[in-house]
């Protein structure tokens, strides 16, 4: 497994955020944020320029109420960055990686992984991964590799002079490996 990169798959998820979240204000009516009225009755203008990054469409519409932190009926940049910010301070749940890194913009095997292992990733069990969490997953799944290979290995298979129980003399094994200089020296 090659080293696993938390903080592109957050990065990710943030820049399709942001980017959508902007998309979707040149289309605001109120032009103070986003409605979910903005959201449900996107033109087909919106929709082209949006291309892959419906899916954070969806989740701002799924999870409206969650993110209007002030109840005002709209999405403001404030809400937005809080939310950018909780997710990189707090890390991402399964559902808002499944939703946010879906667009493709995420590479697909990196996200595949942390969503398969992700109960394994979470280390502190709270239903979140954090960029932390998946550079320490991917550092021990590495180790454990390494570990697992070299345990395959005999000493006599990494030393020159290691005896395998045929001599009791390591001497006598040194000995048959070099030539005689003693004999060579009297010739």
Do not use: H, W
């Given at each position: 497994?090659?080293l696993?990169?938390g903080?592109?798959?957050?990065?990710s998820?943030?820049?399709?955020?942001?980017?959508t979240y902007?998309?979707?204000?040149?289309?605001?009516s109120?032009?103070?944020?986003i409605?979910?009225d903005d959201?449900s009755?996107?033109?087909?203008?919106?929709?082209l320029?949006l291309?892959?990054?419906?899916?954070?469409?969806?989740?701002?519409?799924n999870?409206?109420?969650s993110l209007?932190?002030?109840?005002?009926?709209?999405?403001?940049g404030?809400?937005?960055?809080?939310?950018?910010t909780?997710?990189?301070?707090?890390?991402?749940t399964?559902?808002?990686?499944q939703?946010?890194c879906?667009s493709?913009?995420?590479?697909s095997?990196?996200?595949?992984?942390?969503l398969?292992?992700f109960?394994?990733i979470?280390?502190n069990?709270d239903?979140?991964v954090?960029?932390?969490?998946?550079t320490?997953f991917?550092?021990?799944?590495?180790?454990y590799?390494?570990e697992?290979?070299?345990?395959s290995?005999?000493?006599?298979d990494?030393?020159l002079?290691?005896n395998?129980g045929v001599e009791?003399?390591t001497?006598?094994?040194l000995?048959?490996?070099q030539?005689?200089?003693?004999s060579?020296?009297?010739s």
């Amino acid at each position: 497994m090659s080293l696993l990169n938390g903080q592109s798959l957050l990065a990710s998820a943030m820049s399709g955020l942001a980017s959508t979240y902007s998309t979707l204000m040149t289309n605001s009516s109120s032009g103070k944020g986003i409605s979910l009225d903005d959201l449900s009755n996107l033109s087909s203008t919106t929709l082209l320029s949006l291309g892959s990054n419906y899916s954070f469409v969806q989740y701002m519409t799924n999870n409206f109420a969650s993110l209007d932190k002030d109840g005002d009926g709209e999405i403001s940049g404030t809400d937005l960055n809080n939310l950018m910010t909780t997710m990189q301070s707090k890390g991402l749940t399964y559902s808002e990686l499944q939703s946010l890194c879906a667009s493709g913009s995420a590479d697909s095997t990196l996200l595949s992984t942390v969503l398969q292992y992700f109960n394994k990733i979470d280390a502190n069990g709270d239903g979140r991964v954090t960029s932390d969490e998946i550079t320490k997953f991917s550092y021990d799944c590495q180790r454990y590799e390494v570990e697992a290979k070299y345990k395959s290995y005999k000493a006599s298979d990494t030393s020159l002079y290691y005896n395998d129980g045929v001599e009791d003399d390591t001497s006598s094994v040194l000995d048959s490996l070099q030539p005689n200089i003693s004999s060579s020296s009297n010739s």
